[in-house]
């Protein structure tokens, strides 16, 4: 094929699996803020090249576009002979940039005339961005939710995540969005996720379940940590059916600990975030937490944390957020340990279905 092929967004998501590699041809922040499942970063211009060739098209139109020809030339020779330089002549790209212009055609036109069958996403990444979010606003409505409802370290999360491994649909917005939900939810070296990626993850997720059998989920608010839940999926997670998980408080108090083990290594980290809670709870209250995580006492801490903090805010906004929590039937975690964590998500398999 001597020529790129143009290909609409809607032909290209229903079959992103005969490419053999998706080419984002944007900048790597660009890629970085969001892209295609599975793309790789292709860039013709990095980001400064990419700010210094904006500025100068401000002034002139003419050489920027020569400037631009030049740098783009060199760094895609730079992609063929590195990151492009073991592909087969069989090798079938799908390349894409901004809106499927300038870029996207400089890289594809090159790789057109290696030999290789090369496609280019029409409108490129912004088009994409019009599909997740039109998909979004429909696609959550498709499916019948189970939602696990419990008291914060009922251990809600290890059962999703077993829930997944025995072959159960789960979609897990705190592993999606790096973040445990509450003021205690950052992840240490785990930055959260774009607004746009988060709904590229979770748009990626729905894209691969089907509608004929649960998916399970848990009773998240609006927000997971920054990002904001799609409108269409926390309304369908709100009308559907729930699970009520339970667990004894010696039970609870191993799970966070266990959970939360990085605040436990690192006291500090964790005055930070309690710092936040100031406004809610006072200057006293927060001094009296922050002695007993500092003296070591966490079982204390976390049974004090539970008692006057999270059980408190969790039955005030359940019934609110979740009204059929009222006649949910009760799921009870006995144990912490992966077998029983096990039995129960088997419990809930043989209740719910897979």
Same mark, same amino acid.
């Given at each position: 094929?001597k020529e790129?092929?143009n290909v609409?967004?809607?032909?290209?998501?229903?079959?992103?699996e005969?490419?053999?590699?998706?080419?984002?041809?944007?900048?790597?922040?660009?890629?970085?803020?969001?892209?295609?499942?599975?793309?790789?970063?292709?860039?013709v211009l990095?980001?400064?090249?990419?700010a210094?060739i904006g500025?100068?098209?401000?002034?002139s139109p003419?050489?920027?576009?020569?400037l631009g020809?030049?740098?783009v030339?060199r760094?895609?020779a730079?992609?063929?002979?590195t990151v492009?330089?073991?592909?087969?002549?069989?090798?079938?790209?799908?390349?894409?940039?901004?809106? =499927?212009?300038?870029?996207? =055609?400089?890289?594809?036109?090159?790789?057109?005339?290696?030999?290789?069958?090369?496609?280019?996403?029409?409108?490129?990444?912004?088009?994409?961005?019009?599909?997740?979010?039109?998909?979004?606003a429909?696609?959550?409505?498709?499916?019948?939710f189970?939602?696990?409802?419990?008291?914060t370290?009922?251990?809600?999360s290890?059962i999703?995540?077993?829930?997944?491994?025995? =072959?159960?649909?789960?979609?897990d917005?705190?592993?999606?969005?790096?973040h445990?939900?509450s003021?205690?939810?950052p992840?240490?070296q785990?930055?959260?996720?774009?607004?746009?990626q988060?709904?590229?993850r979770i748009?990626?997720a729905?894209r691969g379940?089907?509608?004929?059998?649960?998916?399970?989920v848990?009773s998240?608010?609006k927000?997971?940590?920054?990002?904001?839940?799609?409108?269409a999926l926390?309304?369908?997670?709100r009308?559907?059916?729930?699970?009520?998980i339970?667990?004894?408080?010696?039970?609870?108090?191993?799970l966070l600990?266990?959970?939360?083990?990085?605040?436990?290594?690192?006291p500090?980290?964790?005055?930070?975030?309690?710092?936040?809670?100031?406004?809610?709870?006072?200057?006293?209250?927060?001094?009296?937490?922050s002695?007993?995580?500092?003296?070591?006492?966490?079982?204390?801490?976390?049974?004090?944390?539970?008692d006057?903090?999270?059980?408190p805010?969790?039955?005030r906004s359940?019934?609110?957020?979740?009204?059929?929590?009222?006649?949910?039937?009760?799921?009870?975690?006995?144990?912490a340990d992966?077998?029983?964590i096990?039995?129960?998500?088997?419990e809930?398999?043989e209740r719910? =279905?897979?």
């Amino acid at each position: 094929m001597k020529e790129p092929l143009n290909v609409p967004i809607t032909e290209a998501l229903a079959g992103l699996e005969r490419y053999d590699a998706i080419l984002d041809a944007r900048s790597p922040a660009e890629h970085a803020e969001d892209r295609l499942p599975g793309a790789l970063s292709t860039p013709v211009l990095d980001d400064e090249e990419r700010a210094r060739i904006g500025t100068l098209h401000k002034q002139s139109p003419f050489e920027a576009r020569r400037l631009g020809a030049a740098l783009v030339a060199r760094n895609i020779a730079g992609l063929l002979e590195t990151v492009l330089a073991e592909r087969p002549p069989s090798f079938r790209p799908l390349v894409y940039c901004w809106r =499927g212009g300038n870029r996207s =055609g400089a890289l594809a036109t090159v790789l057109a005339r290696v030999g290789w069958r090369t496609s280019v996403l029409e409108g490129g990444y912004r088009e994409y961005r019009r599909q997740v979010l039109a998909e979004l606003a429909e696609r959550p409505r498709r499916f019948r939710f189970v939602v696990l409802a419990g008291r914060t370290g009922s251990g809600k999360s290890a059962i999703l995540q077993r829930l997944a491994a025995l =072959g159960a649909q789960v979609l897990d917005l705190e592993a999606i969005a790096h973040h445990r939900g509450s003021v205690l939810g950052p992840l240490p070296q785990s930055p959260q996720p774009s607004q746009r990626q988060f709904d590229s993850r979770i748009w990626s997720a729905l894209r691969g379940f089907d509608a004929e059998r649960p998916v399970y989920v848990e009773s998240e608010s609006k927000k997971v940590g920054e990002r904001h839940v799609p409108d269409a999926l926390i309304e369908t997670m709100r009308a559907s059916g729930c699970l009520r998980i339970e667990a004894p408080a010696d039970v609870r108090c191993r799970l966070l600990l266990d959970e939360y083990r990085h605040f436990v290594d690192d006291p500090a980290l964790l005055l930070r975030q309690l710092d936040l809670l100031r406004p809610l709870h006072g200057h006293a209250k927060i001094v009296a937490w922050s002695q007993l995580a500092t003296t070591g006492r966490w079982e204390e801490f976390v049974t004090a944390m539970l008692d006057e903090h999270y059980d408190p805010a969790y039955d005030r906004s359940i019934v609110r957020n979740f009204g059929r929590i009222t006649q949910a039937p009760t799921v009870v975690l006995e144990g912490a340990d992966d077998p029983t964590i096990e039995r129960t998500a088997r419990e809930i398999i043989e209740r719910v =279905g897979l």
